[in-house]
């Protein structure tokens, strides 16, 4: 037998074994029974299961993708459009039920909540004429998010709720970086935003921690390559075996593993990380481009704010018209800005935050988390995100709607 069908063999073996660790690690680590529920329900089902109505959009952008937003109605209400991060979907919103999660405290207030799916995750990989197979479906980053998704969800939710012209924005990391964009390519779209909340944004990468981002900003170009050579568009790669294989390692068989490596990545931060919540978190990654990674590790140490790299001056030129990449125009992002960061946030540093503060012309709350170990996610997993952060977040939404901002 050969090195690569022994090789081949062994892979095969691991998976095998991995997909039925539900059986063998039963008596091992035991999780109440409605987490396991929630972890395998879609959005629109997990919005029902707690009792609120739930509606799916389909909104189709200029470029061809068809993109999901899931609806928690308010007919007559005031829009809420959230956006969720890297890697992520609706449910970042949803994960912690009802009496954490912020759409369902929105909704509670009468908010008219708006749950976007960009191109790309699990719920938004539809296009009008590539398949999902094809390079071409995957050749996006946050760049085609914020110019063609974000606008087109805007003008779809101001449509269907009609009496209204301006929304209330929130975006989590990436859902920061592509407004971003939006509000530099198409700056008409900020007389429709009523107030941007920023939770953890995402802009500038020059003081960045994450280790593991770090390393992988020195190997982006190999990486891309050998990806790219190995047909690699997406990750994680699609497909029922490798979520499932995901979902098995991380949930039961190297669950504190997963955890340490979690927070490795986003900062450490234990206490508010609920690791009974572990297979919510794991089975519903949403996934992205291959490309969307490459973009943000570019931006490490570059020292602002650019578009993608092709690393090749021909393709730059027939990209962006310049051997290389342009920066975006952050001047042009004069809507009401809310920014909140935190200290231990691995990929979102408090000086590049302060650096985007006072280039943005409109900042109206500039808020830094008092509590030291906030992270990455804890803004929207966190366990005690309510009294942290979302209590003030409503009270600024609050002073919004009365005109006083």
Known sequence: MTRRKKLMLLFGSVIWLCLHLDTVTSDIIK??????????LPAPDLIRKYGYKAEVHKITTKDGFVLTAHRIPKPGAQPVLMVHGLEDSSVGYLVLGPKKSLAYRLSNLGYDIWLLNTRGNRYSRKHKRYQRQMPQFWDFSFHEVGLYDLPAAIDYVLAMTKGFQQLHYIGHSQGTTSFMVMGSERPGYMKKIKLMQALAPVVFCDYIESPFVLLASKYIRPLTFYARTLGIYDFPPEGEVWQRLFYQICSFAFRNTCSYFL??????????????LVPLFV????????KSLGHYTQLVHSGGFYKYDYFSAVENRRRHGSDTPPEYNLANVDCK?????????????????????DLLPNVVHDELIPYEKFNHVDFIWGNDVNSMLYDGMVEVMRRSDAGEL
């Open 283 to 290: 089975r519903h990654v949403a996934g992205s481009s291959f």
């Open 337 to 357: 800005v809310a920014l909140y960061y935190s200290k231990n946030d691995l990929l979102t540093a408090v000086r590049d935050v302060e650096r985007l503060r």
């Open 263 to 276: 927070l490795q990545l986003m900062g450490v931060d234990a206490q508010q990380l609920n690791v009974t």
């Open 31 to 40: 999780y109440d029974r409605s987490i396991i529920e929630d972890a395998n």
